[in-house]
């Protein structure tokens, strides 16, 4: 057990280093509060008006609409008036590729659809399984309605 000895000096002393009315008093200087983080825009080289999906993280309006106010879908009737076998070579030319493990040629998957109906029906089958471990990539793609609704039309 250790003893402590305490005279008035170093009681006083004590309670001048130790009291919280010193701590707030005018005379001790107290330091600026820290700058707010500036917004972020630039993250890598990618800038925020460089971005694909305008509403990745579903804080805005997630229908067409919503996203037409923000700029997506901008000219895409031009692309559309151009006509479906266009749109199909620039896809092959684009070498675009699926977000799936074996990276099929996207531009060949869409040449598959039959051009014209026989009279048959056609059926597309869309496969939303997120079979891959540790990948969130559908869940993302399928929350906005309209491009989710835009790959299959």
Avoid at 48 to 71: C, Q, S, V, W
Avoid at 84 to 106: C, Q, T
Wanted: with cysteine; charged share 25%.
């Amino acid at each position: 057990m250790a003893l402590v000895r305490c005279s008035r000096e170093n009681w006083g002393l004590s309670n001048r280093l130790f009291s919280t009315q010193a701590a707030t008093s005018p005379s001790t200087p107290q330091a600026p509060p820290p700058p707010p983080p500036p917004e972020k825009t630039h993250f890598g080289g990618l800038k925020d008006e460089d971005r694909i999906f305008t509403n990745l993280y579903g804080l805005h309006d997630p229908f067409l609409k919503g996203a037409m106010k923000r700029g997506d879908w901008y000219r895409t009737k031009d692309l559309v008036l151009k006509g479906a076998d266009w749109i199909v070579n620039e896809m092959k030319k684009s070498g675009l590729r699926g977000r799936g493990g074996a990276g099929f040629p996207s531009g060949l998957k869409w040449s598959f659809m039959p051009k014209a109906s026989d009279g048959r029906p056609s059926y597309l089958v869309v496969n939303a399984d997120e079979s891959e471990p540790g990948t969130c990539k559908i869940e993302k793609l399928c929350a906005m309605i309209h491009i989710s609704y835009w790959k299959v039309v």
